[in-house]
Each structure stands twice: as C-alpha cells, then as structure tokens.
C-alpha cells in the first residue's frame, strides 16, 4: 500500500493508516456500470479499496457519454465492465478489479457475490433490485441503493445491522412499472452526485465511522435544492419473503452444476471435431488461440448464435480467467442444455502450459 498516494485521507483522524488498511482488504461489489456505477468505481479505487467487483452485461452506447465518464466515444459498443477495469485499473494498479461481463441474474447471483462484503446497486430496474436485496439478505451483507429519475436521486443503506430492508421499504406489488433513464431522461451531473454519495456510505462501512443511512431514505432534488428523508422501520413479513426468495435462488444453485475442463483436457477435445468450443470474450481481448475449430461468438451475440444449437451438443466455454465462462455455463444449463463445460481459469491457464499461446 503507497501511504502517499492517501495521505490526505489518512490525515483524517477517523481514518488514520487503521482505517485504510480496513478499505485495503475491504470486498465491494458493484452491480451496473451506468450512471450510478461509474463515479461508485471511480470514488472507491481513488479511496484504495481493496477489491472490487464489477457485474454489468451491457454495451457502451454513445447516449450514455454524458453522465458515465468511465468511457470515451472508442468504448462504444464494449462491455461496460470490461472497459471500467482498464481505465479503473490507470487509475490505481494496487487495486483489484474483478469483472462480471453479464446481468445479474438469478441464475448467477450467488456465484457473483461469492465472499464480497458490501453490495452497490447502481441498476435502473426494480427486478433486479429485489434480487440484490434477497441475495444480501441471505448473505447477511448490506446493499448500498440508489435511485435517479431527471432532476431527482434517492439515498439509502438496506440490510445493515439488521436494519431494514428494500422490501421493507417498497414492497414488491405484481406489474409494478418504473421508469430508467432511457424513458424519461436524466440531467447528468444527477446521477454523479449520487453515485458519489453512494460511495461515501460504502466508505462509512468498511470504516465504522459516521452516520450510516439505514432506515432513512434521503430524497433530492437538483433542480430546487430541496431534500427531504423518510424513516423507514424493519417489516418482519417483507424481511421473511426477501429471506426466502434469496434461499429459493441459494437452493437452484445447489441444483445446478457445470463441468470444468483442465488446460490438457480442452487442448485434446479441441483436436477433435465432436464439441463445439466457443470463445466468449469480446473480439480485442487478447491473445487470441490459433485453433482452427474454435468459435468466436461474444456474450453479446451467443443467445442468438444458440439458438441453431442442438442443446445435446457438447460445448466448452472459454474466456480470459474463467469467470465468465462459468456464469454463462450455468446459465445455459438453466436453459435446457444438457452438456455443457468451461476452461478452468481461462486462457491463462492455457499461457502456463504452452508459450505458443
């Protein structure tokens, strides 16, 4: 850890070289790389922390260029999160960036989450932020949550020292529809000076210091200045149903399961000509494997790629470092695929046994 590069924050009395070894070894999770995400990932890796999740299946598009200051107009049509680790990674090479190139699903939440300590919702759709509630729930993890709509952003800390939670907040009400900033519009800044504030309640946890908004919804509004907060109180019945939803999605992983291949095993089946070997990675990912057989499909095309595919057909999955493959192999098993594999550890592990690749 370079002290200097945070010597202005461990000045603090609050902090000091104790309270940055706390955000050193910290695990937070992001979920979207939007509006919202993109000042949470910038705030947190100037801060230091540790190690830092990114889950974001979405590409650039030129729209997104005036709030998400993460990407430029060369990033158009990349993954986000691929794209935020690179200039994440410029930013500060002591910190660890784990990316998730996919939506977060059911299918792979838990497998996403695995042993982070803090969740970031920075998503634009009600689904998903069930899910992330119940999936922190069961992890006993808190979620850190905002909203923006226009000129108006929302605040809040749910699942935090047994405080309350979404649920309790906004019960879940069947055809409930929101709006996203695609619908209604966003004035930029919004979103930056929430997610900035997003960030700031994450840092409060790793550290133990100030007061955290639990069971307060904090309300803003840009364009008059105004802003208001909500007590919000634990509602046993909404704790239970988040509680059980998240163990239903626990309990479908357990049922679930994909093959992993060995670096020697994927190079003797891709000598053969029975099993379809498929390359997930975005096309500027490197290296790229002199394999004739091998199919370059990215995440973003594979459902429609799949759709000719006998679901009988044995397929091996492969992408940089595993993490990808994986997640998308459980998905496809979710969908009725019967033989399904991945390169454990991805190319990498392929680099180690051969210099070639």
């Given at each position: 850890m370079q002290n200097n590069r945070y010597h202005k924050q461990i000045q603090l009395p609050e902090i000091g070289l104790s309270g940055q070894e706390k955000m050193t070894n910290a695990k937070?999770?992001?979920?979207?790389?939007g509006g919202l995400g993109?000042?949470?990932?910038?705030?947190?890796?100037?801060?230091?922390?540790?190690?830092?999740?990114?889950?974001?299946?979405?590409?650039?598009?030129?729209?997104?260029?005036h709030r998400q200051f993460l990407f430029n107009e060369n990033d158009i049509g990349k993954n986000k999160a691929v794209v935020a680790k690179a200039v994440m990674s410029k930013q500060n090479p002591e910190v660890n960036v784990e990316v998730y190139p996919i939506h977060f699903t059911t299918l792979n939440a838990f497998e996403i989450v695995s042993d982070y300590h803090i969740i970031v919702d920075c998503t634009d759709d009600n689904t998903t932020r069930y899910l992330i509630n119940d999936i922190a729930l069961v992890k006993?993890?808190?979620?850190?949550?905002?909203?923006?709509?226009?000129?108006?952003?929302?605040?809040?800390?749910?699942?935090?020292d047994?405080?309350?939670?979404?649920?309790?907040l906004f019960p879940e009400r069947k055809n409930h529809f929101?709006?996203?900033c695609n619908d209604s519009g966003v004035l930029g800044v919004v979103p930056n000076v929430l997610g900035m504030m997003q960030a700031n309640e994450v840092l409060k946890i790793i550290l133990g210091i100030g007061d955290v908004l639990s069971g307060t919804l904090l309300l803003v509004n840009m364009l008059n200045n105004a802003t208001q907060t909500i007590h919000?109180?634990?509602?046993d019945a909404q704790k239970t149903i988040g509680?059980?939803?998240?163990?239903?999605?626990?309990?479908?992983?357990?049922?679930?399961?994909?093959?992993?291949?060995?670096?020697?095993?994927?190079?003797?089946?891709?000598?053969?000509?029975?099993?379809?070997i498929i390359d997930i990675r975005e096309r500027y990912e490197e290296p790229q494997l002199d394999i004739e057989c091998i199919r370059k499909v990215p995440l973003a095309q594979l459902e429609d790629f799949l759709k000719t595919i006998d679901r009988n057909q044995r397929i091996i999955l492969f992408c940089q470092e595993g993490n990808r493959s994986k997640l998308t192999g459980?998905?496809?098993?979710?969908?009725?695929?019967?033989?399904?594999?991945?390169?454990?550890?991805?190319?990498?592990?392929?680099?180690?046994?051969?210099?070639?690749?």
């Open positions: 937070v999770l992001v979920v979207g790389a993109c000042p949470v990932l910038q705030s947190l890796v100037a801060a230091g922390v540790g190690h830092i999740g990114i889950a974001d299946g979405d590409l650039i598009e030129e729209t997104n260029l006993n993890i808190p979620m850190v949550y905002a909203a923006v709509h226009r000129f108006e952003g929302q605040l809040s800390v749910f699942n935090y047994n405080g309350p939670t979404y649920r309790c929101t709006t996203n919000c109180s634990v509602q509680m059980q939803n998240g163990l239903a999605v626990f309990h479908q992983l357990l049922n679930s399961g994909i093959g992993a291949v060995s670096a020697n095993d994927f190079l003797a089946e891709a000598a053969q000509t029975n099993s379809l459980e998905y496809l098993i979710q969908n009725g695929f019967t033989n399904v594999a991945h390169l454990s550890n991805g190319v990498e592990s392929l680099l180690k046994i051969n210099a070639d690749y």
